[in-house]
Every structure is written in structure tokens, then in C-alpha cells.
């Protein structure tokens, strides 16, 4: 069983950046693919990016690439989303996500592990 734990979500101006993380307990995160969703009010939740485990490769949703960068570090057990010229529509609650697979998992009922959340607003 792995347990995710989100931190770092907030309030920030329009144009502004913040970092999450994912940490994890009962077990190593660097045999899994890591991927972070979020789900706006009234709407799905969708894919934002994923880094896999072994050769890294990551992939983003088109609405966040180039302003968000997804990143692990093996060594504290732990994923960061860095986000950077942030949008009022990026406002979400923002969830860690884990499983075993290499492949591109774009829908979140394909990823096995999910951590509670951590609310991202964005004001204007």
C-alpha cells in the first residue's frame, strides 16, 4: 500500500508560482511513475503531468506545458510540482497520483494510488 501525502498548495496572484510535493509512507516512490491531477469545481478531474520511474520520462497536459514542470527526487521520497505563471484557471484541488506502469496514463481511473489533495487558488 502506498500512502501519498500532498503539501504546498495556497493562495497566489495571477502570474505567480508555487511548488507541491508529494512525499509518500510504507513505500520508496522510485519504482513507481508519479503523476499529479487536478480537479476544478463542477468539473472532472483531469491529467496535468507524470514523471516515470526508471528513464524519468515526463508528460504534461497542453494547458500546463512550459509553465509547469514536474520533478522527483528519489533520495527524499519525494515529487514536486513547480508551477510557474499561474492562471485563475488553474484553481483546483491538486492530487498525487502513483502506479506501477511506464505508460502515458491520462485518465486518472488508470492510476492506482492517490493522495487526499491540496487546494491551489488563483486570483486575478
Known amino acids: 500500500q502506498v500512502q501519498l501525502v500532498e503539501s504546498g498548495g495556497g493562495l497566489v496572484q495571477a502570474g505567480g508560482s508555487l511548488r507541491l510535493s508529494c512525499g509518500a509512507s510504507?513505500?520508496?516512490?522510485?519504482?513507481?511513475?508519479m503523476g499529479w491531477f487536478r480537479q476544478a469545481p463542477g468539473k472532472e478531474r483531469e491529467f496535468v503531468a507524470q514523471?516515470?520511474?526508471?528513464?524519468?520520462?515526463?508528460y504534461y497536459a497542453d494547458s500546463v506545458k512550459g509553465r509547469f514542470t514536474i520533478s522527483r527526487d528519489n533520495a527524499k521520497n519525494t515529487v514536486y510540482l513547480q508551477m510557474n505563471s499561474l492562471k485563475p484557471e488553474d484553481t483546483a484541488i491538486y492530487y498525487c497520483a502513483a502506479d506501477r506502469s511506464q505508460w502515458p496514463l491520462y485518465r486518472d481511473a488508470l492510476w492506482n494510488y492517490w493522495g487526499q489533495g491540496t487546494q491551489v487558488t488563483v486570483s486575478s
Open positions: 514523471v516515470n520511474w526508471g528513464d524519468g520520462s515526463t
Open positions: 510504507g513505500r520508496t516512490l522510485s519504482s513507481y511513475t
